[in-house]
């Protein structure tokens, strides 16, 4: 193929990615949403509901604090980690944990802690101090990690500059530490609340009722349990949509203006004169860390006994759901990696088309898959029954949930430096796909496995997107384990857990045994 | 008028992982001394240590009767400039060359007024209002030379000071450091792997040495 006939063809193909993915989202994001806009006069009359107005109370507050607390936990340990850096792996994959563990079995964590406490006189019980505390815990990792990065940016030797021109701690701190983190600070605040807003199993299993429903909960109940209210549940989703809209829209366009890039994460040397009570910082560094990752794997871990006690149960109660969310979730890992693929393919190429992908592809993460549900369900329940259990609609959801998410880690598998890598190959004689399997498809490929396995675990625990299109001939295990907690058929439930967590450390493991091999093929080459 | 006192290293030690890193040396008034040495051999070390960035295990480090050996490095009034010249990238030139000053609580009109006559010095002060990223090699390390200065160093610390510019700048910028380093003749010490920096500009050069099972390494003179 001639040059020009090269870039021609990989032109129009970009184009063409971008194309499909743009006409997949408008299908199946803006249309829906498209559709729910037009109820505005719903948010108009359900607004001044009192059930409603508690909902807005209840939703604002348990985000706002969640998030400001989790984002002071995460700093605080940031800061630990600066102090004691030999710990850095270490506590980096202690941070990771709750990433690979579905969301439900986190709140099955929480509710055998409530549980335990009941059993030693302590009246607890799920309220909102536990959905508050259960979102903290979960999400401190979280704005470790993001926080983390941030410093990690900052370049020691203009510490250390700063530093023998005289700067003190404090002035470090204020004006080159604090300052270059800001942005990451403001975009886990907004991530972590967006998260908080949409929570959904979390705040079902964990908020003890009406007192505490947030608007999330209220799609649900005015869809799925009790009697259908669609006017309400419109007006649910749409409340919810802009108070998820008004933080992201003064903190975006300020996050905006900063430079802040994913990709360039410096090591930090570190600085002998802070190694001073090193081993003190790091010890309790590691402590809060796993004491804020482990017990939901060892919680977890307990229900196998029940594998080898119960084999009937086994057999008769579990294999079906299980089997069920092993199709889904495979589904939905499929659909997700398809979809960021295709996307970063397109935005190799600069254009106006591939703003919108970037631009569009991650506006799922801030739309709840309740309220995409519901836009699909009006849009869709004049030909598809979504009583009757919609699968595709299912995995739609959640792959659209998780877009974000494979199209960021792609992005910068894609953007790693292997420019010499592939120029070297192509003057060597190698057409551009042997050239990329040589130079990029290394990152790639592990960015891919890992992304894939996050994705399967997390889609294996998720409930909100399964539980508006479900039946009763289409129950998948997070839906299933649900049922056996407000049941309080605990056994069932820790038995449900214990394999959830066992698919997820699975998927993981193959990941990172894969990730680590040489490419297949590779000493052939 | 300033005067000016010798840095003397005595006898400082500091254990880098396998090795033992000895100094043992003065540098006068007005002198200029050269470290050389291959790659990893802890030249780099060698003036962290002596811009209090890292702390010795043993030995001192005085200028004139004054011990700095436990001071922190922004109690040393040390003029330090980077291989990479560590420009702060969110502050204009006029802020990164006062920055010091502010740090010592001098007025801003008065740290503008010292900034811009150095600026001045090394033609710079059209660009005093300008960001750091908008300066061509050669002017951020002038940038750099007048950041150094404007703080009235008891002695310089250069880290390769010239390895960022091309070799037709690199001359340039010797004779510049030169100029200024006699209007300002403080002890300075410098790191580098370019024999024509030696040539050039030092007054004296310390090689290291080292056991024959390199366990230690040394800069005696």
Partial sequence: MRLQDEAIFFERARKGAALFVLFFLAIFVFAPLGRLLRETEEVIAGILDPQVLSAIRVSLFQAVVSSTLSVVGGLILTLLLTRARTYEKFASLLWSIPFSIPTLVAVYFWLQIIFFLNEFGFSARPSLFWIITAHVAFNIPFAALLLTQARMKISETELEAARTLGAGRWVLWKSFIFSQMRPAFFIALLQIYMMCMMSFALVLLLGGGPPNETLELGIYKALRAGQLDMDRAVAFALLQMILIAIPGAFIMPHLLKKSFSWSQAKRILPIEGEKRHGKIFGMLLIFISALLSLPYLFTSLSGIRYFFSESEFLFRELLRPTLISIGLSTATMVVSLTLATLSVFALQQRSKINQWVMTWGALPGAISPLTLGLGLWLLTSDFFDPFLGQPVFIVLLMSLQFLPLALRWLWEADQRDTKNLYGTARVLGANPFQAFWVSKWISWRSSLLWTGALIFSASFGELAAVSLFYSESLVPLSLQMSRWMGRYAFWKADAAAAMMILFSLAGLIAASRLAKSQPWGWRRG | ?221
């Fill in chain 2, 1 to 221: 008028m300033k005067t000016f006192s010798s840095l003397s290293v005595r006898q400082l030690e500091k254990k880098v992982g396998n090795f033992l890193l000895r100094a043992n040396f003065d540098v006068k008034r007005g002198e200029r001394l050269a470290l050389i040495g291959p790659s990893g051999c802890g030249k780099t070390t060698l003036l962290r240590l002596l811009s209090g960035l890292i702390q010795s295990d043993r030995g001192e480090i005085l200028i004139g009767d004054r011990h700095l050996t436990d001071l922190p490095p922004e109690k040393r009034n040390v003029g330090m400039i980077f291989q990479d010249l560590a420009l702060f990238p969110q502050m204009s030139v006029l802020e990164n060359v006062t920055f010091g000053l502010k740090m010592r609580d001098i007025a801003k009109d008065q740290r503008e007024q010292i900034g811009l006559e150095l600026l001045n010095r090394l033609n710079l002060k059209s660009r005093a209002k300008d960001g750091v990223q908008l300066l061509s090699g050669g002017e951020a390390q002038r940038v750099a030379f007048a950041r150094a200065l404007a703080l009235k160093p008891d002695y310089f610390l250069l880290d390769e000071p010239f390895s960022s510019l091309d070799e037709n700048l690199r001359g340039d910028a010797r004779s510049l450091l030169k100029d200024l380093h006699a209007e300002w003749p403080a002890p300075l010490v410098f790191v580098t792997h370019d024999s024509r920096d030696v040539q050039d500009l030092a007054s004296r050069a310390l090689r290291i040495s080292e056991s024959a099972d390199r366990s230690l390494r040394s800069f005696d003179g």
